[in-house]
């Protein structure tokens, strides 16, 4: 594994949101949710593409917390256009697990 510094940490924008809309994505090629997550002010609302069909409905999203990169560019996934990586981690079955604070915190706050 490859070292980085503390500043190139700090150039990674990793920010809590609140799943405000979420949809089946049944176009993509694995299975996916489209989500829309709010940040707050300045940052507003951002939306991704997540496979995350395994331990999420998009009705039990809804109002979730969740930690995401915002600041990578955007990327295309099929016909959809995702702003933000919302992060998880891999369960036994390597399944997204997503990740999010163990209470709830304002929105827009940044990792560190």
Known sequence: MAE???DD???VDIRVGTVVR???YPEARKPAIKVWVDFGSPLGVKKSSAQLTKH???EGLIG????AVVNFPPRQIGAFM????VLGVPDADHQVVLLGPGQPVPDGGRLY
């Open 82 to 85: 995702s702003e933000i990586l």
């Open 56 to 58: 999420y409905t998009p």
């Open 9 to 11: 940490f700090q150039k």
């Open 4 to 6: 980085i510094t503390y």
């Open 64 to 67: 979730r917390q969740v930690i």
């Open 22 to 24: 979420a949809e089946p």
